[in-house]
């Protein structure tokens, strides 16, 4: 038995020990430091960086802001979206943010209701740029036609998205849009689907090879009518005159004049007249292979 009280004994002294040698080199570590004026102002100002954060940040994560002491603004809006309809995206930010109070569940929230409202191709990121001034970046649909239906007009992108409607103007003034009257399909239930047929498909394959050219103002409507019935489309000039261009480009039947051919012919009418339709009423099929005839004759 006092065996084992001195073993014991001899445990705690040399335990006892081993922590007040750990002690005294820290002390001599300490005091080693803090004889530099310089490592003392470091170790300071590193300090009261660090209190600062975090005195800090609870405070701003706590900050609920009124909607109207907030300023939202995107990144690069694009030049073609009308005044009303910026400020009502900009107001659907505001009201998600002034929710709760700052912090990263507002800016999810915020970015949600902007993918679910049928404006944008992506909505990349919403950030703070200080604690009253929220930036967004996003990727708009960008409106490549306006479609014509019963049910009434709506735009759609290059690749056939419907865009969202709504009770004020999309677009801005002094933006020219041609119209895609009479498509066979209803449109899609919501904005952000594609619309089905193929004429819609054809129509912008067309927009897409005459954006570029001198006379693409004079082109008003295409119109897909016929295309249940034949396959094809016609252009519709502001005159008002009827050309017929035929298929989809690039899926000509027999004999028919490829697109390349329809365009060139088109160019030249324009250098010869100044104008597609010869600023004339009389209609034109553009689709024989081997020349320009007026329809009715």
Known sequence: ??????????????????????LLHSAQAFLLIFRSPITVAWILTIGGLITLTALSVPSLRATRIAAKDLLVTFDSPPVWLNESLLTELQDLVRSHLAAIPVGRQGLINASD???????????NQISWQNTSHAEVDATFLIPHARVRTPKGEFFVDAMGIVLPSRDGRIISSGYHFVTLNAPEHAPPQRPGLRWDGGDIIAALQVLRLIYDKPWALQVKTIDLSSWANNGSLSLITETPCRLIWGSSPGQEVGLEALANEKLARLDHIYRDHGAIDRGRSVGLDITQPDRIAKIGF
């Open 1 to 22: 038995m006092a065996r084992r009280h001195r073993k014991r004994f001899i445990f705690f002294r040399n335990a006892i020990a081993s922590f007040g040698a750990i």
């Open 113 to 123: 209701a902007l993918e679910g409202s049928g404006w944008f191709a992506t909505v």
